[in-house]
């Protein structure tokens, strides 16, 4: 008996035909000489992905429900995506396909790399799925996504700084934007104020168990400000950056 053919989307779960996702991702697949133009091609593909995510969520995207946006089946997008892996990367390729132009912004370091981060912030409000999409792990990076990292460095050139603490700062910044963007997108706004209901009978019943804490809220800790959380985390990061400038 023959046996019945696994579905398509398990191939994602299979070892990556890594050369293949790389030139799928810069551009550099080999196109047919002859034959039909495409009907599709994988830069459609990730925009329709994209509208989707924006909508319902990563977690929603699959090649079946972006096949169905085209009105074909899952399996005519094989031609031009392998899986669900490789469409993911093409999607931050996607919305990262303007890496910031620095030259306009005020001279110094310092005000370019804050035009970065508020131009990367931007980015993640439009796309809260891209946290998930580019999370810690060892993807390939297309060509847009390492032009934002090009420009970040760039802005860092004339401190005078290492490569290595370049690199480092370059770190902080966007991992300061990162946890803002996750920050806003876990918010509940009921959550929140049931949270804060009940920490408040807590800390009542055992205040002298946290005095520090106590005497922080009651002093309007938790109170909303005007104070911009990426204005003021970015002011900090680059604070210290002149500090080590100024040592070194």
Known sequence: MARAAKPRENKDKKARDLPTGIALLWGEQDQPARGPKPSLTPQRIAQAAVTLADAEGLETVSMNRVAA????????????????????ELMVEAVLSEPPDLSAASSGWR?????????????YQAHPWLLAATAMRRQIMGPHQ????????????PTGLTAG?????????????????????????DH???WGR?????????SDRFPALTKAIADGAFTPT????????LDRILDGVQVLIDRA
């Open 69 to 88: 946006e085209f009105g074909v089946s899952a399996m005519a997008l094989y031609r031009y995506v392998p899986g669900k892996t490789e469409l993911v």
């Open 111 to 123: 005000a370019r790399l804050s035009t970065w981060a508020h131009r990367q912030w931007a980015v």
């Open 146 to 157: 390492l032009a934002w990292m090009d420009a970040a460095l760039a802005a860092l050139e």
């Open 226 to 233: 005007e104070l911009d959380p990426l204005d003021f985390g």
């Open 165 to 189: 603490q370049r690199h480092q700062v370059f770190l902080l910044v966007a991992g300061q934007v990162r946890n803002l963007a996750q920050q806003r997108a876990d918010f509940d706004e």
């Open 198 to 206: 009940l920490t408040s009978e807590l800390l009542n019943r055992h």
């Open 192 to 194: 929140n104020r049931e």
